[in-house]
């Protein structure tokens, strides 16, 4: 199994910037591709942003140019650098790690989430 602790949520005023990161421990083995999840109230949980072992990135449409997503596999890390935030980014982030080569699919392990509030 996989245990993924996240941490760096936090009150923001619009505009600032947030700094997630999500500490993997586990079975480190079968951590293939990790990513950034949220969740708002009322809404479905959405990827924010993915990264495969070897690097590669994905973003959500809406947080293109704002946020950006690196990992450290020697520190079995994933971080969520988050700029020029809005009122629309609150939610829940959590981080996922997948065995495959995208993020995430059925078989990911979840964090428990680390809130984000960014005040207008």
């Known amino acids: 199994q996989v245990q993924l602790v996240e941490s760096g949520g936090g009150l923001v005023q619009a505009g600032g910037s947030l700094r997630l990161s999500c500490a993997a421990s586990g079975s480190l083995f079968s951590i293939n591709a990790m990513g950034w999840y949220r969740q708002a109230p009322g809404k479905q949980r959405e990827l924010v942003a993915g990264?495969?072992?070897?690097?590669?990135?994905n973003y959500v449409e809406s947080v293109k140019g704002r946020f950006t997503i690196s990992r450290d596999n020697a520190k079995n890390t994933v971080i969520l650098q988050m700029n020029s935030l809005k009122p629309e980014d609150t939610a829940v982030y959590f981080c996922a790690a997948d065995p495959g080569s995208i993020c995430c699919g059925p078989f990911a392990s979840w964090g428990q989430g680390t809130q984000v509030t960014v005040s207008s």
């Open positions: 990264i495969t072992s070897g690097g590669d990135t």
